[in-house]
């Protein structure tokens, strides 16, 4: 399965020193259709041994790219998993995020086709259906779809199978759709192991070399 996505741009870093905007992530408009259920649940639990202190220190060291409209409206172009754990243990969480485009309009489309052309939306399923129109995003993150390809993606790069370039827009999704391509056991966001072995050999192999972090063999 080839994703049909735009030419994408690199998402910048936050600058040094760059002042971080607190957030409600319930506020937060997602620029994909789904997620990985097994990355989250696993973030879940990460975040419910922390205290408040904690989980705030560490998300300032992880902030999102942002996205803002004239209305003052905002998208967030990453960090996805991370963030619709936390909601789902506090739905009236905060996050800290840096300004990455600002736009001056108050209409949705115009922002969306704008994120589109920078290729910073997701428009695939969770079965890896589409693209689909940027209306079919959900507004807010608990309405994101489970794709079990993408939590085994989490897993090859848990395990390190697989490398991060946490720049590259929906780099582990383009991972997935290679994966999707490929035949593999059953499997579900519940039960990644019965596709586990078959997943880090085709990820390990010439075949995968042209996707970003590919590692080949160990």
Not at 100 to 129: F, I, P, S
């Amino acid at each position: 399965m080839a994703l049909r996505l735009p030419p994408y741009q690199p998402l910048p870093a936050p600058s040094e020193g760059g002042e971080l905007l607190e957030v409600p992530i319930g506020q937060l408009r997602p620029t994909q259709l789904c997620v990985g259920l097994a990355e989250v649940r696993s973030r879940l639990r990460d975040f419910s041994r922390e205290d408040a202190r904690e989980r705030r220190s560490y998300l300032g060291t992880k902030p999102v790219p942002l996205v803002r409209n004239r209305c003052g409206d905002v998208w967030m172009v990453d960090r996805h998993h991370r963030l619709r754990a936390l909601i789902e243990m506090d739905p009236g969480a905060t996050a800290f995020g840096y300004v990455v485009l600002e736009l001056d309009t108050d209409d949705h489309q115009q922002v969306l086709e704008a994120l589109h052309q920078r290729g910073w939306l997701y428009l695939y399923d969770g079965r890896g259906l589409g693209p689909l129109s940027p209306s079919a995003l959900p507004d807010q993150l608990t309405g994101l779809q489970d794709d079990p390809y993408r939590s085994l993606v989490w897993k090859l790069k848990k395990e390190g199978v697989l490398a991060p370039a946490p720049l590259i827009p929906f780099h582990e999704f383009r991972w997935g759709a290679w994966l999707r391509s490929r035949p593999l056991p059953p499997f579900s966001s519940d039960q990644l192991d019965p596709a586990l072995p078959r997943a880090r050999a085709l990820a390990r192999s010439a075949a995968a070399s042209h996707l970003a972090g590919w590692k080949g063999t160990p």
